[in-house]
């Protein structure tokens, strides 16, 4: 079992950074592939970077490359997404999430923990 927590989320102007954490707990952190998503209300949960844990690959939406960036820590069992050139439009809730990497590492489906969600406001 996985669990994740994170931390980080806030109120920023447009333009600004935010860096989220997701601090894990369980013994086979290396082994998942973790993902953050954001659920904006009204709209469904969305894949926002992801990151494998033995080769540090990483995935981003086209949304926000460029601007955001996925990193982990295999021996703190963290993970963080370093939010720099804030948009409104990237207000939402953020999720961390672990699962087993296959190609569809976008879909929620493919993950099987999750954080509780940490707010990030934007505004203009």
């Known amino acids: 079992q996985v669990q994740l927590v994170e931390s980080g989320g806030g109120l920023v102007q447009a333009g600004g950074s935010l860096r989220l954490s997701c601090a894990a707990s369980?013994?086979?952190?290396?082994?998942?592939?973790m993902g953050w998503f954001r659920q904006a209300p009204g709209k469904e949960r969305e894949f926002v970077a992801g990151?494998?844990?033995?080769?540090?690959?990483?995935h981003y939406s086209d949304s926000v490359k460029g601007r955001f960036t996925i990193s982990r820590d295999n021996s703190k069992k963290m993970v963080y997404l370093q939010m720099n050139s804030l948009k409104p439009e990237d207000t939402a809730v953020y999720y961390c999430a672990a699962g087993t990497y296959s190609s569809s590492y976008y879909s929620p489906q493919m993950y099987h923990h999750w954080g509780q969600g940490s707010q990030v406001t934007v505004s203009s």
């Open positions: 990151i494998a844990g033995g080769s540090y690959t990483s």
């Open positions: 369980g013994r086979t952190f290396s082994t998942y592939y």
